[in-house]
């Protein structure tokens, strides 16, 4: 009797903890699909979205494709290349409707929504930077999706927001904000290696993660910064400190999640939380 109640117990744990490693699926612009792939090999298929380079992960013998969906994409059917050793096939999946509502913010400081002339070159040269961050292919076979919360707070940003600044139209929301006191310590989501760090004009103080296979994590609007580019990190390492740098209202944690170079809901990620929004 003992005996099947331990077995029992390992048996949940195991469901639980595939299930929850996995991404919350929401097949809609920002948001991430999970595909299965048909291939039996032990060798994982090479997969592709939009020219980008896609996660694939293995659960109990089978192969699946998590890909992010970016926020410009149109409604309709999509598709990935699978290239199984050298053989191509497509498979296809339903990208649905979303509309975001708009936000409008205003900021003390005018020259963070219309920067002067200098500033722009600055802007340019850190937008590519962060860009190929962002689109950078780290090579792993085992990405962990069993993120942890960066810190405690509540959500004081939705992801997807299309953003007025002082009447100005901005880019969307890319991630959520958790609001939380200057000073407060952000723990890694989860092993991997630094792949960029910087004092950027939107951004503020800014830390990456590369979690492998186009999985990455972004942190903005630091105080300090704890970490250096090519240092690899453990799930629940301080990378730094939440601040007020940057375009900001007040401190603040901005959390972004890329996949496959899509900037997609961190929601759907994390484990769910009591008083947080919910994505479905
Ligand atoms: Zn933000």
Not at 58 to 74: E, M
Not at 110 to 121: G, I, L, T
Not at 179 to 184: D, L, Q, R, V
Request: with cysteine; aromatic share 8%.
């Amino acid at each position: 009797m003992k005996y099947i109640f331990s077995v029992i117990y390992w048996l949940m744990l195991f469901v639980c903890s595939t299930a929850w490693a996995l991404p919350q699926q929401l097949p809609v612009p920002g948001g991430v699909v999970v595909l299965p792939l048909d291939s039996n090999a032990n060798v994982p298929p090479e997969v592709t979205y939009d020219a980008q380079r896609v996660l694939v992960v293995r659960q109990d013998a089978q192969w699946l494709a998590i890909v992010g969906i970016p926020l410009a994409s149109k409604p309709g059917t999509h598709k990935i290349l699978v290239n199984n050793q050298g053989t191509i096939n497509s498979v296809l999946f339903e990208i649905k409707d979303k509309s975001y509502p708009t936000q409008h913010i205003t900021v003390t400081d005018d020259r963070k929504v219309n920067p002067y002339a200098n500033d722009m070159k600055r802007i340019e040269a850190e937008t590519a930077k962060i860009n190929s961050a962002l689109r950078h292919w780290r090579v792993s076979d085992s990405v962990p999706l069993n993120f942890v919360w960066p810190i405690e707070g509540r959500v004081s940003g939705l992801f997807g927001r299309r953003r007025v600044f002082n009447g100005e139209e901005r880019n969307p929301h890319s991630g959520i904000d958790i609001a939380a006191a200057t000073g407060t310590k952000i723990m890694a989501p989860a092993d991997g290696v630094v792949s960029d760090t910087g004092n950027y004009f939107f951004n503020g103080n800014t830390v990456m993660v590369d979690h492998g296979q186009g999985l990455v994590t972004m942190f903005c609007h630091l105080d300090r910064v704890d970490v250096k580019a090519g240092q690899k990190i453990q799930q629940g390492e301080i990378i730094g400190t939440v601040g007020a740098t940057g375009r900001v209202t007040g401190p603040h944690l901005h959390l972004g999640v890329s996949l496959n170079n899509a900037r997609v809901e961190p929601l759907l990620f994390f484990p769910e939380r009591e008083g947080y929004p919910s994505v479905e």
